[in-house]
């Protein structure tokens, strides 16, 4: 069964540090990987997506994420956090025939001055 | 990109009565929708996928008869919450896939529910 892990429920970054969210996913073929992010009240804003290819992607806002298949893995930098990115951040895995989506957990983020 | 429109943004509706989420793709046409829902700080479960001019289909533990789904155009889908009851009290979100883009899917903005 296809499942996404967010281990980390809440990080606190200072603004400025480096940021890296982790994502780990189970799924029985090659995933559809994706980062959302979701402002309080608001709905999901896609960062960034990984289909195949090279697996360092970059997304915006200056978000980039890796996918390693060994690790089951797809984790989301950034060499520089802004206090606006302050938000919940989630990982979903999709299946490659349609666009069900499975979310992970999610891992909100707080950002210090 | 493709626009996923949630209508209402919120609703505040009394215990026993029924609320209707409408959600639209506005320049595309989207074969297939989705609807979630979200606990407070929690994650978004998938609810049901449904199909423009067929049933919708529910995930496990969803009540097909409380979480009325209706697609009937390749724009518009409708999450119909009948004799809510404070615990259906969430955020709810939609999101469409279009087959031009089979990849990946657009996110409405999300309803919040209240129930009272």
């Known amino acids: 069964a296809q499942s996404v892990t967010q281990p980390d429920i809440h990080i606190t970054v200072s603004e400025g540090a480096s940021l890296e969210l982790r994502c780990n996913y189970s799924y029985g073929a090659t995933p559809y990987l994706f980062w959302y992010v979701q402002s309080p009240g608001q709905g999901l804003q896609l960062l960034l997506k990984?289909?195949?290819?090279?697996?360092l992607v970059q997304g915006i806002k200056g978000f980039e994420a890796e996918f390693k298949r060994s690790q089951s893995s797809f984790n989301l930098r950034k060499p520089s956090v802004h206090w606006s990115d302050a938000a919940e951040y989630f990982c979903a895995v999709g299946r490659r025939t349609g666009n069900q989506f499975y979310f992970g957990t999610g891992t909100s983020l707080t950002v210090i001055p | 990109g493709a626009v996923v429109s949630q209508h209402p943004s919120w609703v505040i509706c009394k215990s026993g009565t029924s609320v209707k989420i409408e959600c639209r793709s506005l320049?595309?046409?989207?074969?297939?929708m989705f609807w979630y829902r979200q606990f407070p700080k929690q994650s978004l479960m998938l609810m049901a996928t449904s199909n423009e001019g067929s049933k919708a289909t529910y995930e496990q533990g969803v009540e097909k008869d409380k979480f009325l789904i209706n697609h009937a155009s390749l724009t518009l889908s409708t999450l119909t919450v009948t004799s809510a009851h404070p615990e259906d009290s969430s955020f709810y979100i939609c999101?469409?896939?279009?087959?031009?883009?089979?990849?990946?899917?657009?996110f409405g903005q999300g309803t919040r529910l209240t129930v009272v």
């Open positions: 999101s469409a896939s279009s087959p031009t883009v089979n990849t990946e899917a657009f």
């Open positions: 990984y289909f195949s290819g090279d697996t």
């Open positions: 320049d595309f046409q989207a074969t297939t």
